[in-house]
């Protein structure tokens, strides 16, 4: 039998666990549901009543159930766990030891609903599994790439330093899950979409995802924040708080009611959103409000994280309510027509999802939108995240190292925008080539204005391409006062403009302005010596720089045309401590860089 991998995923009201092979097929499921009020043990499709008082008697259930299964327990090469906070101490996942279960025991405050369950989970899995690997897979992981004008809040630097208080957000193993389940049934790569992700159950969250990446998201340093849950409150105006503490509520008793008995259940006493949607259709007043209020915080974020990316091409329902409620999302979809999300109602009704077939398409002919409900399978998700971590690799000593270049703000042109800035029939001059083979730096110079300020004598790189492109480093944007986003070279769909002025005249981009995704182009061999393939994510440590540093999201760029190098822009080689780079676009440096970790692909 092919090695297995058991995944434990401890939500806020069930458990489960799947027994999945390297293929990604589910051999054994099994969960125990309704934590909260009506218990019940589910083994593949049979369910029946249980007697349960607390997670650890839950979780010693199922361990009993999975007993037994000898032929598929003796077949388990690792166990993965689905942690809900990692704080900034894990951007992706890791094998546990005493120091992790530490780390996790340290955020469960933040997460109390969680992380307590989370932790249970494992020191069971690790007795009754000792000499099995345990990785901790991580829902904050995803969201690492938020940008800082979505990560951080707007309190004093030294409080958010002391206290490490800044955005996390959550539910993102099943963000990600049904992002790339969505663009795969759409047959769309993943980095050419632009999704906002509706995680809709006991726990709610939404999520921007674009081009493969959480730009925002709704939940923030705890789950509490955001949409209107099962028992947590989202949102609160932060005067409702002090007015309650002056009222006699100490933090014990305000997380409580915030975690426990708000949300729906504060509204209407219940937190089965089946029950409140039976009710209200009943015509209680209280059900009917709380329906309105979760429709209409969701539809509120939705909107928002449309603006935010500058469009939306997927609408993803997903978890418990999503997947299975056509009354939410109906009220949800209500007035979206202007994004070109459309609802086909007829579909909507019909709409039912399953781990075989896990999208349903709810959208009406033609919609410029798509929307989908899309089961989400985060145990399938810890699965191949557990098996790429503990993929066997070269050592690190067997592999050579990479060289780094700094890439600092440069310019390409098209032939027609060349002959506009330098005057018609010009062709670029070569000043010298940099690594790429058949690239250079030109002697053309150009400047590049913005709507404060302008950068000048800013080198134009050979040859030319079909499209204008201009790259800048972060602190790039706040001279010019424009907002460029992340992304691979090529991709400037929806990203910033500007003004470029040459000798004989001058051009306005409405587009075309990026900040660099940082990169290492390899060559087909070299991507085969270090187990990579085109378009995945690795993490890579900085070695020979003042400060070492290893840096997440590192786009694998192959072809034959390359040569291995990594590229980072100015503010990456100055927080690494890398020496001066001088004028030069791109110029290769003493220092070298080594692929540290592998992460799961993003595209």
Not at 143 to 159: I, V
Not at 387 to 397: G, S, T
Request: with cysteine.
């Amino acid at each position: 039998m092919n090695p297995l991998i058991l995944a434990i995923n401890a939500g806020s009201s069930s458990i489960k666990l799947a027994v999945i092979d390297g293929a990604g097929a589910r051999l054994l499921d099994m969960k125990v549901t309704g934590l909260s009020d009506s218990p019940r043990l589910h083994i593949n499709a049979v369910q029946s009543a249980l007697d349960c008082t607390s997670v650890e008697v839950a979780f010693m259930r199922l361990y009993n159930e999975l007993a037994k299964y000898p032929r598929l327990t003796r077949a388990l090469v690792a166990v993965g766990h689905r942690v809900a906070h990692g704080g900034a101490d894990f951007p992706t996942s890791v094998r546990i030891d005493d120091e992790v279960l530490a780390t996790i025991q340290s955020l469960s405050t933040l997460a109390p609903l969680h992380n307590g369950s989370a932790l249970t989970g494992i020191l069971q899995a690790r007795r009754h599994f000792p000499g099995l690997a345990h990785v901790a897979v991580f829902d904050t992981a995803f969201h690492s790439t938020l940008p800082r004008r979505a990560r951080e809040y707007a309190l004093p630097a030294k409080l958010r330093e002391q206290f490490s208080i800044r955005r996390f957000g959550f539910h993102g193993i099943s963000h990600a899950w049904v992002s790339q389940v969505a663009a795969k049934f759409l047959g769309i790569p993943l980095s050419q979409l632009r999704l906002v992700s509706c995680h809709l159950g006991s726990g709610a969250s939404v999520c921007a995802v674009e081009y493969g990446r959480s730009i925002d998201t709704s939940m923030g340093m705890t789950p509490l924040e955001g949409l209107i849950m099962s028992t947590r409150s989202g949102d609160l105006d932060p005067g409702i708080l002090t007015l309650l503490a002056a009222s006699g509520y100490d933090a014990a008793s305000l997380d409580h009611l915030l975690n426990y008995e708000a949300g729906l259940k504060g509204l209407t006493g219940t937190a089965d959103m089946a029950r409140i949607e039976s009710r209200a259709a009943a015509g209680e007043a209280a059900a009917q409000l709380a329906l309105q209020l979760f429709a209409y915080r969701v539809r509120k974020y939705v909107g928002a994280y449309a603006t935010a990316l500058g469009g939306m091409d997927v609408l993803i329902f997903t978890a418990g309510i999503g997947e299975h409620s056509a009354g939410v999302r109906h009220r949800i979809a209500q007035r979206l027509e202007f994004l070109g999300a459309s609802l086909d109602e007829d579909r909507n009704r019909q709409a039912a999802v399953d781990h075989e077939h896990p999208v349903f398409e709810i959208s009406a002919n033609g919609a410029r939108c798509r929307i989908l409900v899309v089961a989400t399978d985060e145990e399938r998700a810890l699965a191949g995240d557990v098996h790429r971590l503990l993929k066997p690799v070269q050592a690190h000593r067997t592999l050579p190292k990479i060289a780094v270049a700094v890439s600092a703000h440069h310019v390409h042109l098209s032939q027609a925008s060349l002959e506009i800035l330098f005057g018609p029939g010009h062709q670029l001059t070569q000043l010298r080539p940099i690594s790429q083979p058949g690239q250079y730096a030109a002697a053309e110079c150009v400047r590049v204005v913005g709507p404060r300020g302008h950068l000048d004598h800013v080198r134009v790189l050979g040859p030319v391409r079909q499209a204008d492109q201009v790259e800048i480093s972060r602190s790039d944007e706040f001279i010019l006062g424009i907002d460029a986003p992340v992304r691979e070279s090529g991709d400037l769909a929806q990203s910033a403009g500007c003004r470029l002025e040459g000798p004989a005249g001058a051009i306005e981009l409405t587009q075309g302005v990026i900040c660099a995704l940082r990169h290492i182009h390899m060559s087909p061999d070299d991507a085969r010596l270090y187990g990579v393939k085109d378009g995945e994510s690795v993490e890579v440590k900085i070695i020979g720089g003042a400060r070492p540093l290893t840096f997440s999201e590192v786009k694998i760029r192959v072809s034959t045309q390359f040569v291995m190098e990594m590229h980072i822009d100015t503010d990456e080689a100055n927080a690494a401590g890398i020496g001066d780079w001088g004028e030069s676009p791109l110029v290769s440096l003493k220092c070298t860089a080594q692929l540290s970790r592998r992460l799961g692909s993003k595209t």
